[in-house]
């Protein structure tokens, strides 16, 4: 056996309303977008840097979440202020601000609008693994 590709699906409540949200947030690109007979989207390919996703229309099988699950996307990206900012504007909401962190990140924890919470970061040190635990450990004892 050999894995090829792993990527999220993401379940919400309007699969248009969040590609254009993800397209103005993350500059992403839809690479595919389908729909069934009642033009609900089943599947729809984003993709923004190497970081691929999905997103689809919530049904009876696969509802969306009615708030951030127990997953987190992490997203890095070269400016997590702005992201951050462009989060907003489209009606995501702060769960962690967008701070300088103890393990070498710049970075925070945002919702968006449909359910899901992403983590927001850019690399702002070269730590060692050895120094990124000392420095976790001393933060959050």
Do not use: C
């Amino acid at each position: 056996m050999s894995v090829q590709q792993l990527y999220p699906k993401l379940v919400v409540t309007d699969a248009d309303a969040a590609i254009t949200f993800y397209r103005a947030a993350f500059g992403a690109e839809l690479v595919e977008r389908y729909t069934d007979g009642s033009g609900n989207v089943v599947h729809a390919l984003l993709r923004a840097g190497s970081a691929v996703w999905a997103v689809k229309d919530g049904d009876a099988v696969d509802p969306p979440p009615a708030a951030p699950g127990p997953v987190i996307l992490a997203l890095y990206v070269d400016d997590p202020d702005a992201t951050a900012a462009a989060m907003l504007a489209g009606g995501g909401t702060v769960i962690f601000e967008v701070s300088d962190q103890p393990y070498g990140e710049r970075g925070g924890r945002l919702a968006d609008p449909f359910g899901h919470s992403w983590m927001i970061s850019y690399r702002s040190a070269d730590l060692s693994p050895e120094e990124i635990q000392q420095r976790t450990a001393e933060a959050y004892p």
